[in-house]
Nanobody
């Protein structure tokens, strides 16, 4: 059974930085895609960034501020968040998919999820 465990959330001032980690375990084959989603209060869960077979994708709202990376040796996915804004406040979820076809930011195409970690950015 695949397990994803996020860490690194917390509070930051606007303009600050945080780094999230997601440690994956239990999979036989490496997922095709791993991604970060977020959900703010009262809003739908949205895709933030993904890495699929080596290609990276970013939502327009985080482009040039967030960076996704992975350390295959540690089975860990990272999200470096710089120049944080109050609108980045949300619960951030790590997700993985081993389905043959994945629409990058479609949450229904991801079959494994972490428990989420809170990120709060104050102005």
């Amino acid at each position: 059974q695949v397990q994803l465990v996020e860490s690194g959330g917390g509070s930051a001032q606007a303009g600050g930085s945080l780094r999230l980690s997601c440690e994956a375990s239990g999979y036989t084959y490496k997922p095709h895609c791993m991604a970060w989603f977020r959900q703010a209060p009262g809003k739908e869960r949205e895709g933030v960034t993904a890495i699929c077979t080596g290609n990276t994708y970013y939502a327009d709202s985080v482009k040039d501020r967030f960076t996704i990376s992975q350390d295959s040796a540690k089975n860990t996915l990272y999200l470096q968040m710089n120049n944080l804004k109050p609108e980045d406040t949300a619960i951030y979820y790590c997700a993985a998919s081993n389905r043959p076809r994945v629409r990058t930011f479609n949450r229904n195409d991801y079959n494994y999820w972490g428990q989420g970690t809170q990120v709060t950015v104050s102005s």
